[in-house]
């Protein structure tokens, strides 16, 4: 649809002008790491993130690289590599490199962008400001990371522990 | 030829200047402001907290930098108001003084020099002091001009500074933000990774240190009143702005109060033993408790590396250049490495 043609008068002024912002709210808002998170502080956080646009195959990150933080999908999908194998394609809404939001750690596999995409990294700095200014809700935010590293760690055993299962049999 | 594109340390030093070349041409066109500048960002950094504890409090990011600013222009006015003439007045007390502390020091410098030929040691001792008393005499006679000059500066700078801070407390982030997002997406995390170990290790380093100045200048000061020493106020402020400059400074801050207690009218070996004894006591203090709370791997730098740089900053530009000659090589060091270790990894992928 050609946004040229839209008329001023017709235009819904009720709208808020954030819209961006309040979507990319909600996808924060439906990952793990934002429960019991109030929106209100959610969208506090957010209007501060950072959007970045990649190409098609371009680099995101290689193993290696420190991170500065973790990043989640908008729009496109992008594939998490170690060599040339796939190890998992993520799409809009699915977030990555939790890790760099709490320590200094290389990247473990490279993630490059498989279509167009655009993704909102949220740095470090972010959480660590934020922690400052909202001392609650950044406790609730660590408590919830916790939580995913966890569960990531759980799967990673639970894979290792299949793969040794089978391999012995 | 030599592909700059595989040689980390090279191409990271390619850039590396041409940060520094950025960076000397902003402060060359910035020059007059160069000063409200640097104190404006070290008021940020000390009083960052307290917009965030406002902010905490549910105070918007506007209203809590108004409320900062608003205890700045209360800092200023009590500092302009009873700090300023305490020192005017100290400083005018010393330099009305300042003929008999030099008769009483020629008078001292003779009797050690009649003293060492008593026991055959031939040493003129004018060599010491006339180059010092020289000095001191050209300084005393502008002491009154300086000041009044200082001053009209200093009441410039008191306008700006508490007008920077409050925009910086306000609009920093923002600004921040903008700027680092027009990084490409190859040095995007690698430029904030780069900004978040810099700036953790300044905020440190300037909280600490204006933290520590500001003890060291409160009990010098009062060290210094109690044994009775000629402006101690003033004495106590020197003091507190030398401590800004490691190593060098605290000997340099020995230097004033010894002449001024060797030069009573009557030695008394009594006060220059306390004058030497307040300084080492706060020393003491200084080096067990305050470095160790306040500023302790702030900044790991070799002592020899801030020395020689303090002098070299010294050297081109003056009093101020020796203060910030430690945050300027600790940005270097991490931004080199940063940079290096970050291109290094590039190459091997």
Not at chain 2, 132 to 160: C, G, H, P, R
């Amino acid at each position: 649809m050609d946004n040229n043609n839209k008329h001023p008068l017709w235009e819904n002024i009720f709208r808020r002008k954030d819209d961006r912002i309040t979507e990319i709210c909600r996808l924060w808002s439906s990952t793990p790491l934002f429960k019991r998170i109030p929106q209100l502080y959610i969208r506090r956080l957010v209007k501060n993130m950072h959007p970045r646009f990649y190409k098609t195959n371009e680099s995101i990150f290689t193993t290696g690289d420190i991170g500065a933080g973790a990043a989640i999908i908008k729009s496109g999908e992008i594939n998490i590599m170690a060599g040339n194998n796939v190890l998992a394609n993520l799409k809009a809404g699915d977030f990555f490199g939790e890790v760099s939001l709490v320590v200094d750690e290389p990247r473990t596999a490279d993630a490059i962008a498989s279509t167009d995409c655009e993704l909102i990294f949220f740095l470090r700095t972010d959480l660590e400001e934020w922690v400052h200014s909202s001392p609650k809700q950044g406790a609730q935010l660590m408590a919830n990371i916790s939580r995913v590293l966890a569960g990531r760690l759980r799967h990673a055993n639970d894979m290792l522990t299949e793969k040794n299962n089978s391999s012995s049999l | 030829m030599i592909k700059i594109a595989d040689k980390p340390l090279l191409r990271s030093l390619v850039i590396f200047s041409a940060f520094l070349t950025a960076g000397g041409i902003c402060a060359y066109l910035l020059a007059p402001l160069l000063i409200p500048i640097i104190l404006s960002f070290a008021l940020y950094a000390l009083f960052g907290p307290l917009s965030g504890y406002l902010q905490r409090k549910g105070f918007n990011n506007s209203a809590s930098a108004l409320l900062v600013l608003l205890l700045l222009v209360l800092i200023s006015i009590i500092g302009i108001s009873v700090l300023f003439p305490m020192l005017a007045e100290q400083l005018l007390i010393l330099q009305t003084k300042m003929p008999k502390l030099w008769e009483s020091l020629t008078v001292l410098s003779d009797q050690i020099r009649l003293l060492l030929t008593n026991y055959g040691i031939k040493f003129d001792t004018s060599t010491i002091t006339k180059p010092v008393m020289n000095m001191s005499s050209e300084w005393s006679k502008d002491a009154v001009f300086k000041v009044s000059n200082l001053l009209i500066d200093m009441s410039v700078t008191v306008v700006l500074v508490p007008l920077f801070t409050f925009f910086l407390i306000r609009d920093y982030k923002q600004l921040r933000n903008q700027a680092l997002d027009l990084l490409p997406n190859s040095s995007f995390e690698l430029g904030w990774l780069i900004y978040y170990r810099v700036t953790k290790k300044l905020e440190i380093y300037i909280r600490g240190i204006m933290l520590q100045s500001g003890i060291m200048a409160i009990v010098v000061s009062v060290g210094f009143y109690l044994t009775g020493l000629e402006s101690p106020i003033l004495l106590g402020t020197i003091a507190g702005l030398l401590n800004l400059i490691p190593y060098i400074g605290p000997l340099l801050a020995m230097v004033p109060p010894i002449i001024i207690a060797l030069g009573t009218p009557v030695f008394d070996p009594m006060l220059i033993t306390a004058a030497v004894g307040v300084i080492i006591a706060a020393q003491i203090i200084d080096n067990v408790i305050v470095v160790p709370a306040v500023i302790a791997n702030a900044v790991n730098l070799h002592p020899i590396t801030v020395i020689v740089g303090i002098i070299i900053f010294g050297n081109f530009f003056g009093f101020i250049g020796m203060i910030i000659a430690i945050p300027v090589l600790a940005t270097s060091n991490i931004i080199l490495t940063g940079l290096r270790k970050g291109l290094k990894k590039d190459i091997m992928a």
